[in-house]
C-alpha cells in the first residue's frame, strides 16, 4: 500500500485493492489542503485543523467511536484523550486502528497522553504508528518517543508539527528527531509491504 503525507495529521491511505482513506483534513492553518477523493475520512475530534471533511470527496465520515468496514479494510475508532487532565482541558480524540492486506496501522489523531504499558496493550501490535510531535496541544517530542518505544518495532511517521506557513502554534519535528536519533526523509509518499520488518524505523514525510 502507499502512504501520502497531505500535511498537519492527514494523509492518504491507499491500499493495493484500490480502498483510499483519508485521515483528519485540514482546514485554514496557513498552508492548502489538497482536494483528494476517497471511499472514507476519518477525524479524530471536530477542531478546525482535523475536520475538514469538504475538503474530501467522499461518501462516508467516520467520526465516533466504533467498529467499520470499507473497501475490505477493518476500522476501529477509540475514544482517548487529547489532554493529560483526563479530557479536562481539551476533551476526547479518535485514535483509528486499520487493518487490511496483512497490515495494521495506528493514527493517534491529537493525544495528549502519556503512554503507559496498558495504553499500548490496549491498541496491539502495529505496523505502522502515526505520532503528533509538536506539543502545545498533543504529546511533545518526549511523549512521542515514548509511545514510539512502547510500539516498537513499528515504522514510525510524525504528524502535527510545525512547518513553513503552518500557523498552528506547535513546535517542528526537530526535537522529536534528535530524540529518535534520525530519520529517512522520504518525500511525500511511502510504499510500504506487509511483513517488512521496520524495526522501530522513522520516516520524515515532507508534502509537496
Keep these: 500500500m502507499k502512504i501520502q503525507y497531505l500535511g498537519h495529521s492527514s494523509f492518504l491511505l491507499a491500499f493495493e485493492g484500490g480502498t483510499r482513506i483519508v485521515t483528519d483534513p485540514f482546514g485554514d492553518v496557513g498552508i492548502p489542503m489538497p482536494h483528494v477523493a476517497a471511499d472514507a475520512v476519518t477525524v479524530s475530534h471536530a477542531h478546525y485543523d482535523h475536520n475538514n471533511v469538504s475538503a474530501i470527496s467522499s461518501p462516508l465520515v467516520l467520526q465516533r467511536a466504533g467498529e467499520y468496514e470499507v ?57 505502522v504508528v502515526f505520532l503528533p510531535v ?11 518517543k515514548s509511545y514510539a518505544e512502547a510500539f516498537y518495532p513499528a515504522a514510525v511517521i510524525p504528524m502535527h508539527y510545525k512547518v513553513k506557513g503552518l500557523t498552528v502554534d506547535i513546535a517542528g519535528a526537530e526535537p522529536f528527531l534528535a530524540l529518535m536519533g534520525g530519520a529517512e526523509r522520504v518525500g511525500d509518499t511511502l510504499t510500504i509491504e506487509a511483513h517488512t520488518p521496520f524495526a522501530g524505523k522513522v520516516f520524515y514525510m515532507e508534502r509537496r
Design 134 to 144: 509538536g506539543g502545545n496541544y498533543t504529546i511533545d517530542a518526549r511523549g512521542a
Design 71 to 127: 473497501g475490505g479494510v477493518r476500522i476501529e475508532a477509540v475514544r482517548r484523550f487529547h489532554d493529560d487532565a483526563g479530557g479536562r482541558k481539551r476533551g476526547e480524540t479518535l485514535v483509528f486502528r486499520f487493518e487490511g492486506e496483512g497490515l495494521t496501522l495506528l493514527h493517534f489523531g491529537d493525544i495528549g497522553e502519556p503512554c503507559t504499558k496498558e495504553l499500548a496493550a490496549s491498541f496491539g501490535k502495529a505496523d
